[in-house]
């Protein structure tokens, strides 16, 4: 459009103002015509004509821009039309931070672009700048390092403790799993250790170098599931992310998706995670776009699947395509022999996670807690060792403190005729597990209905009598072999006194 005279005149003068501001501040400003051709540069950039190879500013303007400036991009400019606002421009000169700006007449056409050098030696005059930038990309690179890191199965094979006939046919076809991509499927009761099982066959496997994720799918609400399997795509819904979600099938895409109480499947997920299963994609929620992912899936339930499918409570082509590879993980009590080992490595593992010294356990506290029936398994317990060294203040520990512990959180207890004595444990380390069963009727019979109290009560005393036997009855001593202290034996022996 016209501008008035006095709007046409501020312009020019702006222009102007604006040229000679970059043209005093800058290092250096070239101007090059509609043909490429150089046709002006100021004072600052006639200092860069000796490093091109020109003594005379006459050999360097009339030629083309670039024939006398190596690795320039002002031709770009003039045939494009689109300004190169920040740009790092290196050559015989040196390396500089540069501008190219078009030109244009009163009808907006490109008659030439203007070079303006911002800053030489960017390595000392931009250092503050790429200092942060190496900072930022330096964090970033970290990100990226921990994420995988954490995405990267945290168990191996190893993990798994026991070298009971049980724990060696367990990681027999776990490893055999492991050589295949094929669904696994992990059967077992909570806390025999199923999710380390699926690292351990992630870790052994070809994909070892890609991701394991998992999902616990009784922790996440029955709304949500969806979303968290197969992502969400942007603006699906009201309040969703503008850049959308990825599910998790997604993140193991290339590696490995473990799916904990899959038997806790709605059923309304079960066909779309079929589907997945069988078609190897997803299309995310919201959208209708079908993306191809390659997961190898691990489930794991506690439940009977084959008991839920006959109560129609999951899909039997489902189960089917679940159960191709089943591995049963027995419960602890099928493996007693297996329970020294993993206290040593319990104890190992707690003590360095609250910096205190290793639970030193007694031959007759080891032989009781290999009788009990832990139907919690490994991860009962861990419970009952870390509440060991919480309650303890010494970290050797005889049978009858670890009675009281166990006793006192509620947890199911089957004893032996006398635990005072290590060497009269009624336990042979070296003897086959002994069922609960077995257990039950080699104990006297006059025990076998004896309330929980009174036996634990018999107990601590048969002990205590035992330990002031063989100290002759020296009190201080007997408290010291019995691991407690001596006020609180002195309150015993008074309460049985009066």
């Not at 009163?106 to 911002?118: F, M, Y």
């Not at 997945?276 to 994609?281: F, N």
């Not at 082509?317 to 027995?330: E, K």
């Not at 398994?377 to 970290?395: G, K, M, S, T």
Request: charged content about 25%; glycine content about 6%; some cysteine.
């Amino acid at each position: 459009m016209d501008l008035p005279s006095d709007a046409r005149s501020i312009l020019e003068l702006a222009a102007r103002s604006m040229f000679e501001l970059f043209a005093n501040a800058s290092q250096g400003m070239m101007l090059v015509d509609r043909q490429a051709r150089v046709v002006w540069i100021n004072d600052q950039y006639r200092r860069f004509l000796p490093a091109l190879g020109f003594e005379r500013e006459s050999d360097f303007v009339g030629q083309p821009v670039s024939a006398v400036v190596p690795n320039t991009q002002m031709h770009r400019v003039l045939e494009t039309g689109q300004p190169i606002l920040v740009d790092v421009l290196s050559n015989r000169a040196g390396t500089f931070v540069v501008s190219r700006i078009p030109l244009r007449d009163a009808d907006g056409v490109v008659i030439g672009a203007l070079g303006i050098v911002l800053f030489d030696h960017p390595e000392t005059t931009l250092q503050p700048l790429i200092a942060k930038f190496a900072r930022l990309q330096q964090d970033l690179d970290e990100a990226r390092r921990e994420l995988a890191r954490q995405r990267r199965s945290k168990y191996t094979f190893a993990s798994f403790v026991g070298r009971s006939p049980a724990a060696l046919e367990v990681k027999r076809q776990a490893r055999r799993a492991a050589q295949t991509s094929s669904p696994v499927l992990l059967l077992g009761e909570t806390g025999t250790g199923k999710e380390l099982l699926a690292h351990a066959i992630h870790a052994a496997s070809a994909r070892s170098g890609r991701a394991f994720v998992g999902v616990n799918i009784a922790a996440v609400p029955e709304t949500l599931l969806e979303a968290e399997f197969f992502g969400v795509a942007p603006g699906a819904y009201t309040g969703a992310d503008r850049k959308g979600r990825d599910g998790k099938f997604k993140l193991a895409d290339g590696g490995t998706l473990f799916l904990d109480e899959v038997g806790d499947t709605p059923l309304s997920v079960q066909a779309k995670l079929l589907r997945v299963l069988q078609e190897g994609e997803i299309e995310p929620l919201g959208s209708n776009r079908v993306v191809p992912i390659d997961v190898r899936v691990i489930a794991a339930t506690s439940r009977d699947l084959a008991q839920l499918v006959a109560q129609g409570r999951f899909r039997e082509d489902l189960y089917y395509r679940l159960n191709v590879l089943p591995i049963r993980v027995p419960p602890l009590r099928e493996r007693r022999a297996d329970i020294p080992l993993l206290v040593d490595m319990l104890c190992e593992d707690i003590a360095l996670r609250s910096g205190t010294e290793p639970l030193e356990l007694t031959p007759a506290a080891l032989a009781f807690l290999t009788q009990q029936p832990w139907r919690g398994n490994v991860r009962e317990l861990r419970n009952a060792l870390e509440q060991i060294a919480l309650r303890c203040d010494d970290p050797r520990v005889d049978a009858p403190q670890v009675a009281s512990v166990l006793a006192a959180a509620g947890a199911p207890l089957q004893e032996r005729a006398s635990l005072a004595d290590g060497h009269d444990t009624g336990y042979d380390m070296a003897a086959p597990a002994v069922s609960q069963t077995d257990a039950k009727s080699a104990a006297p019979q006059d025990d076998v209905f004896e309330p929980l109290p009174q036996r634990i009560a018999r107990v601590e005393r048969e002990a205590i009598e035992a330990a002031l036997q063989r100290c002759g009855g020296n009190r201080v001593a007997a408290a010291r072999l019995l691991g407690i202290s001596r006020a609180t034996l002195y309150a015993k022996l008074s309460a049985w006194r009066d």
